[in-house]
Every structure is written in C-alpha cells, then in structure tokens.
C-alpha cells in the first residue's frame, strides 16, 4: 500500500476559482514533506516544504497546511489561473533517511 | 549556482541499443535519485546513489539497467538493449542532506527516451 495517498486524482475548476488538494500519508517518523507542482512535460518544481512543527506555509497563491497528529496535508490554490494546470504531486522524507514517498498526483485543469 | 542539469532532453533510440542519460546535481549535492515516469502516470523510484556508491536499486530492472555516480563527473542512468517498454520520462533529483528536516530536494527537466 503506498505511503502517501492524494486525492481527488483530478480535477477541473473555473479561472478565478478557489481549490484543496489533499494528501494523507503513513510515513513516521517523517523529516519534512513537499508539495511539487509538475508541468507536462516538465520536471517537479517545489512549491512548499513543511516540517513537522509547521502547520502552514505560503507561496503566493498557493497555502500548503500540515497536521502531523492526522496525518492529513493539503495544498490550497487561491484565485485559479489557467498556467496553474498542471499535476501536484506531493512527497513525504523518511527522518533520518534517503527514502522518499511520492503520492501519485493530483491533476488540475483550470479553464477560462 | 545552475540547477539540476540533465541531457540529452530527448533521445531516440531504435531497440536493441543502448541509451545513456546523464544527470548533473545541483552544487554542493551529493545524493542522487532516478525515477521513471510514464505518460499519464506518476514518478517511480528507481534508484538512489552518492558519489561512488549506489545505496538503493531497488527500483531498478535487474537486467539492462545500471546506474553509476563517479567521485567526478555526472551521474549515468544505462540502459542496454532497449525495448519499446523502455519508452518513458526519465527524472534526476538531487539533494544535499536527505532525511533532513530542512533538507532540499530539486528536479532536472527530466530526459524523454522514445525507443521506435
């Protein structure tokens, strides 16, 4: 069973619209965990890392939060664009260790 | 202070022969990770090296595939006698302290193998 489960797998929203993507993961100890926005046919480019002490962090419109008691993140993209389609993909640090967990991504189509 | 460097970016290859991706980590970055990601799919691990040691190839084929980091020089991802399979993105990640809390963690551009 895979460590770090994202949902929905996609979905698609209005320019100017408001969305949350969710991650639930199972890593523990976990070091740090990354939200990675990934054009098509692009590399992942990082958007937030949070520790686990962090309950929250901003990049412009995106909002990253964190609650390491649940388990849960979730990404927060504020007044939609259309170069905001893309895959978020987010990944969980094993403490200590090289190992990474990858969710499977969550797919966003934003249109005019 | 370049980012992950990665090339060729595309790559065709008729099957049989053999592809060499190259990958560059960032400045001061000593670990380094493959992945493969298919079209329409998520990126799998494949492998996570240092300099002049592969620590995990667990995501790696036993057969055709090997993986180097050299004390000098770029990371090389082989991949001998390719079959249309093979076909895929092909992404570097690099990091400087993995398990870090405050640990970085950047992509290349990924390198695009098409195996006709």
């Known amino acids: 069973k895979n460590q770090v489960e994202q949902s929905p797998q996609s979905l698609i929203i209005l320019e100017g619209k408001n969305c949350t993507l969710q991650?639930?993961?199972?890593?523990?100890?976990?070091?740090?965990l990354r939200w990675y926005k990934q054009d098509t046919g692009r590399g992942p480019v990082s958007l937030t890392i949070m520790t686990f002490s962090e309950n929250t962090k901003s990049n412009g419109r995106y909002t990253a939060t964190l609650d390491a008691d649940t388990k849960q993140s979730s990404l927060h993209i504020t007044a939609s664009q259309l170069s905001d389609s893309a895959s978020y993909i987010c990944v969980v640090s094993h403490f200590n260790d090289y190992k990474l967990s990858f969710g499977a991504g969550t797919t966003v189509t934003v249109r005019a | 202070n370049a980012g992950v460097m990665q090339n060729p970016r595309h790559l065709v290859r008729r099957r049989g022969q053999e592809a060499r991706l190259r990958c560059s980590p960032m400045k001061g970055h000593s670990h380094v990770y493959w992945y493969r990601q298919l079209p329409e799919e998520g990126l799998k691990f494949m492998v996570y090296?240092?300099?002049?040691?592969?620590?995990?190839e667990s995501g790696m084929p036993k057969e055709r595939f090997s993986a180097e980091f050299p004390k000098e020089g770029p990371s090389i991802l082989r991949i001998q006698q390719v079959v249309r399979g093979d076909s895929a993105a092909y992404f570097c990640?690099?990091?400087?302290?993995?398990?870090?809390?405050?640990?970085?963690?950047?992509f290349g551009e990924g390198s695009r193998l098409t195996v006709l």
């Open positions: 990640a690099s990091s400087p302290s993995p398990g870090s809390p405050t640990g970085e963690l950047f």
């Open positions: 991650c639930n993961y199972t890593v523990s100890p976990f070091s740090n």
């Open positions: 090296l240092q300099k002049e040691n592969i620590i995990d």
